[in-house]
């Protein structure tokens, strides 16, 4: 049974720092393209950052310079560093693990809410 568990979601100030991490059981992590998504209230779940297996990365736009994707294959598990979280950052945030075109699964998601 696949399960993506993110954790570290939360109420921060502007400004401030989260680091969302999501652990991974049931797939050959690995080998598995990971990423993170957003979804805002009344919007379409967008892309934030996605790290292929081999490690390369890839941003929204809005993101760059503050949020850092990684990964650590010995614990299956790839963390978002969130830095200078602004309220636009506010959002579900989901992990999803890729492994095209053969599997494709979401984590159940957590809450960020940047508000002071």
């Known amino acids: 049974q696949v399960q993506l568990v993110e954790s570290g979601g939360g109420l921060v100030q502007p400004g401030g720092s989260l680091r969302l991490s999501c652990a991974a059981s049931?797939?050959?992590?690995?080998?598995?393209?990971m990423g993170w998504y957003r979804q805002a209230p009344g919007k379409q779940r967008d892309m934030v950052a996605t790290?292929?297996?081999?490690?390369?990365?890839n941003y929204q736009d809005s993101v760059k310079g503050r949020f850092t994707i990684s990964r650590d294959n010995a614990k299956n598990t790839v963390y978002l560093q969130m830095n200078s979280l602004k309220p636009e950052d506010t959002a579900v945030y989901y992990c999803?693990?890729?492994?095209?075109?053969?599997?494709?699964?979401w984590g159940q998601g957590t809450q960020v809410t940047v508000s002071s």
């Open positions: 999803n693990a890729d492994y095209p075109p053969f599997a494709n699964y």
């Open positions: 790290i292929t297996s081999g490690g390369r990365t």
């Open positions: 049931g797939i050959t992590f690995r080998i598995y393209a």
